[in-house]
């Protein structure tokens, strides 16, 4: 909820601010970006590759770099969802993100007979397979495990669980024994093998808060519950030890640190212009896309959807975006026979809006070769959004 005595394109300049786009961190790294403006949501898309160039700069092979230096990683953290974060980052993240494969485990457990100790057993085993391996694939791993690895027959098909190697991988990794390691070195894609790894796994429901309002706020407790994952009593709680103050009294939180900064933060005059992925964490930090969004936007349809739903009803951008001062003026997807962004813009398209989207064109078509959305994205499956982009364009 936003108070109308804020106007609402301070708030979204203040937060395209906070998110490092506002040109202002060229050269960055890739653990600077990520530290300063938040964890990068990942699902085998083209997000985090797009996210770093938008703030920093940053071209592909740096990025990579930085996965095989271990500067950066993947890792399954908040709500037990992968994003890529920052080395300081590691311990933290698979600390709040150790739930979710528990909970993996206890379904199996109530649903499928599987035992804990079976599945302790297994990872030890599977400790024994990667002792100073090379990495490995699951159907290498399981090869290698033999009898350790049970079939879970057709009702374990039924969950999405053929065998018991997933539960005891994602029990190792939220450990911190062992990584996954893309197979060609990029994060645009979900092809891995493990290694063995030894990461301390700490950190408090507080610390979590602490990052994310310096990355969100000012931002809900609703928010911030979304983005943990956390029960209401253990958010409400790790929120309460820090030094939060409504902001007009609305449920808008920002900590001490930033408060006077954002008392006498303006709009910038000059356009701030990026695009973005759709799970950016310049929307998906709050999860409340309406906040983005003019009202004159709102009633736009959503490219490639059925007829009758409108951009501002969604939960999530359907497309990529395309955003000046954290207003979305715009939808995109690159057209990969076209070697091509395609777009649909909301505002007259100026010099400098026309060279990002060149610049971004550049940086897809030369180095990533595609930009897309998550891992079963694909050029025809994309096809309508496209197809609807363009017609929309030409119609203006």
């Known amino acids: 909820m936003v108070n109308s005595e804020i106007p609402a394109a301070r708030l979204r300049a203040w937060w395209a601010h906070r998110q490092w786009l506002d040109g202002a961190h060229p050269g960055a790294s890739p653990a600077e970006v990520l530290a300063a403006t938040g964890w990068a949501r990942s699902v085998g898309g083209a997000a985090p590759y797009l996210g770093l160039f938008a703030r920093a700069g940053l071209d592909r092979e740096a990025v990579d770099a930085a996965v095989a230096d271990l500067q950066v990683h993947e890792l399954p953290s908040a709500r037990g969802c992968t994003y890529v974060?920052?080395?300081a980052d590691y311990a933290l993240g698979l600390a709040v993100g150790a739930a979710a494969p528990e909970g993996e485990l206890a379904t199996a457990e109530?649903?499928?007979?599987?035992?804990?100790?079976?599945?302790e057993k297994l990872c030890l085993r599977i400790s024994q397979v990667l002792a100073g391996s090379a990495p490995l694939n699951p159907a290498e791993i399981r090869e290698r495990a033999g009898d350790a690895v049970?079939?879970?027959?057709?009702?374990?098909?039924?969950?999405?669980?053929?065998?018991?190697?997933?539960?005891?991988?994602?029990?190792?990794?939220?450990?911190?024994?062992?990584?996954?390691?893309?197979?060609?070195?990029?994060?645009d894609q979900q092809r891995y093998g493990y290694v063995e790894w030894d990461q301390p796994v700490r950190g408090s429901a507080t610390e979590l808060a602490r990052r994310y309002f310096s990355w969100a706020g000012p931002a809900s407790l609703k928010n911030f519950r979304w983005f943990s994952g956390f029960p209401a009593a253990t958010a409400k709680q790790a929120?309460?030890?820090?030094?939060?103050?409504?902001?007009?009294?609305?449920?808008?939180?920002?900590?001490?640190?930033?408060?006077?900064?954002?008392?006498?933060?303006?709009?910038?005059?000059?356009?701030?212009?990026?695009?973005?992925?759709?799970?950016?964490?310049l929307h998906l930090l709050h999860r409340a896309l309406p906040r983005l969004i003019d009202p004159a936007d709102a009633q736009r349809p959503v490219p490639g959807a059925k007829a009758g739903r409108?951009?501002?009803?969604?939960?999530?951008?359907?497309?990529?975006?395309?955003?000046?001062?954290?207003?979305?003026?715009?939808?995109?997807?690159y057209d990969?026979?076209?070697?091509?962004?395609?777009?649909?813009?909301?505002?007259?398209a100026d010099a400098?809006?026309?060279?990002?989207?060149?610049?971004?064109?550049?940086?897809?078509?030369?180095?990533?070769?595609?930009?897309?959305?998550?891992?079963?994205?694909?050029?025809?499956?994309?096809?309508?959004?496209?197809?609807?982009?363009?017609?929309?364009?030409?119609?203006?």
């Not at 109530?110 to 599945?119: F, K, M, N, S, T």
């Not at 009803?313 to 001062?325: F, G, K, L, M, N």
């Open 336 to 348: 990969t026979q076209q070697r091509e962004i395609v777009h649909q813009l909301f505002v007259p």
């Open 150 to 187: 049970r079939s879970l027959g057709e009702a374990g098909k039924k969950r999405g669980l053929s065998t018991t190697l997933p539960l005891a991988l994602g029990l190792m990794q939220a450990r911190g024994l062992i990584r996954r390691v893309p197979v060609n070195g990029r994060l």
């Open 352 to 396: 400098e809006l026309r060279d990002t989207i060149a610049r971004t064109e550049a940086f897809v078509r030369d180095q990533l070769g595609d930009a897309r959305g998550f891992s079963l994205d694909s050029p025809k499956s994309r096809a309508p959004r496209i197809a609807a982009i363009r017609s929309a364009a030409a119609a203006g």
């Open 85 to 87: 974060l920052p080395a």
């Open 239 to 281: 929120v309460a030890a820090l030094d939060l103050s409504p902001i007009l009294g609305t449920d808008l939180l920002i900590s001490a640190e930033l408060a006077d900064e954002f008392a006498e933060f303006t709009v910038p005059a000059a356009p701030g212009y990026a695009l973005l992925a759709g799970i950016d964490g």
């Open 110 to 119: 109530r649903h499928l007979r599987v035992r804990r100790d079976e599945i």
């Open 310 to 333: 409108s951009f501002g009803s969604e939960a999530d951008p359907q497309t990529h975006i395309v955003v000046d001062r954290g207003r979305i003026i715009g939808f995109w997807e």
